[in-house]
Every structure is written in structure tokens, then in C-alpha cells.
């Protein structure tokens, strides 16, 4: 064990016990802070601005997660059936999940350039639209195109998880249930996602905070633009502490996300026990 706590010591307990510090300290870069308590807390309580990417971080987060699970779970039926060429489009599914986020970032970012956007060429041609869209210089446009990159990414994670957890279920409960004349949504809903429950509640924890913690997608393409409209808690931490200089400030926002992600892998914990305790009652 010693092995594994030094490993966890050195690169998780202590810069997290040390971006804690920092934000009670005004500490900037070159420059040894000193400790000033909740003030850059206080600071921002009223920054507009954090508030926006705490809205952002929130919308963000929620959202393409509700996605990528209904569209992981679809995918992931889809190939648990007995289609041809199966282990194909599974290898294939997995891409935009094997894919350095960097490039994929700069993908998206010419598939929603003003300029050069393919999206907007095809609308034109069809006639939908009469002049490019503004993908990334509009905010709630920026908002949902940021969206659909992430979403494009996390759908491979969620559907090979619960494709793994669904073989894992006996078809003899399917055929139990059909026998009995239950339709397939039934057996969907009363066989397939009650045995599902615990690879869904780690699945999703695992989903909402890469989602929540998302930076590379977010910086590559708008940098937090346009006027802060796609700012996540952790790229405004980046922006206060590193190019700003505000360490303490950077650290007490990085610090602000520790409740949420918290609340995440509580839910998975919940999730996990409310089957334990269904399978003590079977």
C-alpha cells in the first residue's frame, strides 16, 4: 500500500491541500501571498462574471449530460442486438472517445467557423439559410455548439460502459418476461434498467465530471467567448490564476467546484446502494 499513498499523497492530496491555501491567500504570480481569509471568496460572491460561469458550468453539465446518457443508451441496445458487422461500429463508436481532445477541438472549430463552417455551406446550398451562421461569436449559439462537441466526445464513453453492462444481464430474465407476455418497453423498464441501475450510477458520475471539469474542448474553441458566454468555472480559474496572474483568486474558484463534484459521486454512491439494497430484498 505504501506505494500507492505516496502516489496519492504527492499528486492529489497535496496540490489539493495547497489550491485550498491558496485560496485564502492574495497570492499572484512571482509574489508570495499572505493569508487573507474569505476575502477572495467575498470577491466572488459579487463577480458577475463567476456567477455566469457557474450558470454556464451548470447548463453545460446538465445538459450534454442528459444527451450523452439517452444517446449512449440508445447506442448501446442498438449494439447488444445481433446486427452484422457489430464489433465494426463498435471499434468505429469508439473514435471520437480515442481522438486527443485537442484535435477534435480544432475539427469542430472549422466545422463551426464563420467563414469556412460546413454546416453553413450545406444550409446554404439546400436554401435553409441565406448567409453563415455565427456559430462561435454568438453567445447562446457558442453555448450550444460548444455543447454538441462535448456531446459528440462523451456518447462513445456511455455507450461501451452500458453496452459492457448489459451483457452482463441474463437473456433468461428477457425470455422469462417475454413468455409472460410483457411488451419490450416492460422489459426494458421493469428487467433491463432496474439491473442497470449500478452501471448507470457510476457511468453517469464518471460522465457529469469530465463534463463539469471540461477545459481543452472549451479553450481551444472559444477561449471562454464570446464575452465570457462559454467561461466554465474550471477555464475561468485558468484565466484568473495563470494569464491574470490571481493565483488565490484562480484557487478559490477551482476550490468553488469541489460541492459539485461532491454532489456527483454521491449520487453514484446512492445509486450503487439503492441496488445493494434491492438485491438484499430479492
Known amino acids: ?76 441496445l442498438l449494439l447488444n442486438r445481433n446486427l452484422p458487422f457489430k464489433n465494426f461500429f463498435r471499434a468505429v463508436i469508439l473514435l471520437p472517445w480515442v481522438v486527443p481532445t485537442v484535435l477534435s477541438a480544432m475539427a469542430f472549430w472549422w466545422i463551426f467557423d464563420l467563414q469556412f463552417s460546413i454546416i453553413s455551406w450545406v444550409l446554404q446550398k439546400w436554401g435553409v439559410i441565406s448567409q453563415p451562421i455565427n456559430f462561435l461569436g454568438d453567445p447562446w449559439n457558442a453555448r450550444l455548439s460548444v455543447m454538441a462537441a462535448n456531446v459528440w466526445r462523451g456518447i462513445p464513453f456511455v455507450a461501451i460502459s452500458l453496452l459492457a453492462g448489459l451483457q452482463t444481464i441474463p437473456q433468461s430474465l428477457n425470455e422469462a418476461a417475454a413468455i409472460d407476455g410483457a411488451t419490450r418497453w416492460q422489459m426494458f423498464t421493469k428487467v433491463t434498467l432496474p439491473l442497470l441501475t449500478p452501471i448507470i450510477a457510476v457511468v453517469m458520475t464518471f460522465s457529469v465530471l469530465f463534463t463539469f471539469t471540461d477545459f481543452q474542448l472549451i479553450y481551444v474553441l472559444t477561449r471562454g467567448g464570446p464575452v465570457n458566454a462559454t467561461h466554465l468555472m474550471a477555464t475561468l480559474s485558468f484565466q484568473r490564476a495563470i494569464p491574470g496572474g490571481q493565483l488565490g483568486e484562480g484557487a478559490a474558484i477551482a476550490v468553488a467546484m469541489i460541492p459539485f463534484l461532491l454532489a456527483a459521486i454521491l449520487f453514484s454512491f446512492f445509486g450503487l446502494q439503492r441496488r445493494k439494497w434491492q438485491q438484499q430484498n430479492d
Open 1 to 76: 500500500m505504501l506505494p500507492t499513498a505516496v502516489f496519492l499523497l504527492c499528486f492529489l492530496t497535496y496540490p489539493l491541500g495547497l489550491g485550498v491555501w491558496l485560496g485564502f491567500t492574495d497570492t499572484k504570480i512571482g509574489r508570495p501571498g499572505v493569508f487573507i481569509g474569505l476575502e477572495n471568496y467575498e470577491w466572488l460572491w459579487h463577480d458577475s462574471v463567476f456567477w455566469l460561469a457557474v450558470f454556464n458550468t451548470l447548463f453545460y453539465t446538465i445538459i450534454a449530460s442528459i444527451l450523452k446518457f439517452g444517446l449512449g443508451l440508445w447506442l448501446a
